[in-house]
Structures are given as structure tokens and as C-alpha cells.
């Protein structure tokens, strides 16, 4: 084999653990989802409230109060399209007359 070769081999073997050791997760917090796609906390739970952001309210061991979670799937969605459009003031109303 070639140095080229060998060198290819070893990175190739490289890129392999790391696939398998990358954790995926079902479920991210509101700080996770921020973290990942490198916006601010407070930023990323405005678009879970104004519904840029598929998330749905949790249990957070903090007694009444539910913190948003966000599916993978909506986290991959996000990254391959971006937000979700913005709603309009009379689907705003309607969703807060729910």
C-alpha cells in the first residue's frame, strides 16, 4: 500500500467511530436545540411560542411549569429548511382562543 492509501484507511476508520459514537437524541431542550444550531436560548424558545419551531410543552421536574421540547426530527427539519412561517395575527388570535 501507498502512504496515500494507509493514510486513507486511517481516516476512514477515524470517520467510522465517530459515526457510531454520535449520540442522537429523541427529545432536545429548548438550550440543546439552541447549542446545536448555534442561536441564543431565549431566541429559540420565542420560535417554539410563535410556532417557527414544532416543540410541544414537557414535564421538567420543576413542578407545574412545562418546558418545550424539540423532536429530532423537527431538529434535522429546521436544519435542512429553516424556520416555519410566521403566523398571522387572526392564527395567533385563533390559536389563543383554543
Known amino acids: 500500500m501507498t502512504t496515500l492509501e494507509q493514510r486513507l484507511e486511517r481516516i476512514e476508520g477515524m470517520l467510522a467511530v465517530l459515526v457510531s459514537c454520535q449520540h442522537q437524541q429523541s ?3 429548548v438550550d440543546e436545540f439552541a447549542r446545536l444550531v448555534g442561536r441564543s436560548t ?3 424558545r420565542e420560535w417554539c411560542r410563535h410556532g417557527r419551531i414544532a416543540a410541544s410543552k ?3 421536574g420543576r413542578g407545574p411549569h412545562a418546558a418545550w421540547a424539540i423532536s429530532r426530527e423537527e431538529l ?3 436544519q435542512r429548511e429553516g ?3 410566521a403566523k398571522t395575527i387572526e392564527e395567533s388570535a ?3 382562543g383554543r
Do not use: H, I, N, V
Open 27 to 29: 427529545w432536545y431542550s
Open 42 to 44: 431565549f431566541t429559540c
Open 58 to 60: 414537557k414535564g421538567s
Open 76 to 78: 434535522e427539519r429546521y
Open 83 to 85: 424556520l416555519r412561517p
Open 94 to 96: 385563533e390559536t389563543a
